[in-house]
């Protein structure tokens, strides 16, 4: 069986996806990332197998429906107030409950995919992505699945589509699946956290030492790469000036003049309620005159600004 007969599981393929790249995209989300950045705006992706979701507002109700309560094995669905709930400490996340559920409010995190099922999804936009679009593989981390991206992408470009990946980093850039992904990769989105190890590591579980030198090695070793190297701007993380300067500084060590400035957004805490996962991040709005600063910074090492 070859690698693209074999399943990868995903959480999703977006089309018309507004996630960054030229042209019209469609996005697909890969499961599983090494991080845990506390911010993280995709939980759903974060381990590499499925996890029972349950969105209370499409609920219609235990008055009108039990169905998924007594399909439990393990007895973890449960009746509230006004829907069902999860009893988290109970659930295998196996499943059963959703097969039994009329309104969509429980589902899988993700499902297995072979690369020519995602293909034939994507192939449905192909004619408004022709024209310069193509596809964007996200996540969770796409390099936690080197082989499986790789494959992706291969299919892509006979299809005549553009390719892009976002990444976090942190992988073995050594390792040969690793190279065949990036050699099949367009454009690469790398993402700059912070400048310091250990305020790495506090905010997203490991240092940054290893995701540094493979920004540096990747725009050595691959120069036809395009990269755009990028920054999610987390007040009380990394918005002070001195971070931003060192960001700045070491994307310049690279030889880039354009860095992407991106702020937080509050769309995904339903998420962590959804997975019964704890939300332990206030998003703050960031004052428009420290923003106004964080620009002047890279401006002032030299770099180009792209704010979105």
Request: overall charge negative; proline content about 6%.
């Amino acid at each position: 069986m070859s690698h693209e007969s074999t399943p990868l599981l995903i959480s999703g393929i977006q089309h018309f996806s507004p996630c960054p790249g030229h042209g019209l995209r469609t996005t697909i989300f890969f499961t599983g990332c090494p991080l845990r950045c506390f911010w993280c705006c995709n939980p759903e992706c974060r381990r590499n197998r499925p996890v029972l979701v349950c969105n209370t507002e499409k609920c219609i109700g235990p008055s009108v429906c039990r169905h998924c309560v007594g399909s439990c094995p393990q007895g973890a669905i449960y009746i509230g107030k006004k829907a069902i709930r999860v009893a988290r400490d109970l659930c295998t996340d196996c499943g059963e409950c959703v097969s039994r559920c009329p309104s969509g409010a429980l589902f899988m995190s993700a499902r297995a995919m072979t690369l020519e099922e995602i293909m034939e999804d994507v192939l449905k936009d192909k004619d408004y992505i022709m024209d310069g679009g193509g596809i964007t593989l996200s996540g969770g981390e796409p390099m936690m699945h080197p082989h499986k991206a790789a494959g992706l992408m291969r299919l892509a470009h006979e299809e005549g589509l553009h390719t892009a990946m976002e990444t976090c980093g942190f992988f073995d850039l050594d390792a040969p699946h690793t190279i065949a992904a990036l050699r099949e990769t367009d454009l690469l989105f790398f993402d700059i956290k912070h400048s310091d190890p250990l305020a790495h590591r506090r905010g997203t579980g490991v240092d940054n030492s290893r995701i540094l030198c493979n920004f540096q090695r990747i725009a050595e070793e691959f120069p036809g790469l395009e990269i755009n190297s990028r920054t999610l701007i987390v007040p009380g993380f990394n918005d002070d000036t001195v971070t931003m300067r060192n960001i700045a500084r070491i994307v310049k060590k690279t030889g880039s003049f354009v860095h992407i400035l991106e702020t937080c957004s509050t769309l995904c805490e339903d998420k962590y309620a959804q997975m019964g996962l704890p939300f332990g991040y206030s998003r703050r709005s960031l004052p428009q005159e420290k923003l106004e600063a964080i620009v002047d910074v890279f401006q002032e090492e030299g770099l180009s600004v792209e704010l979105r």
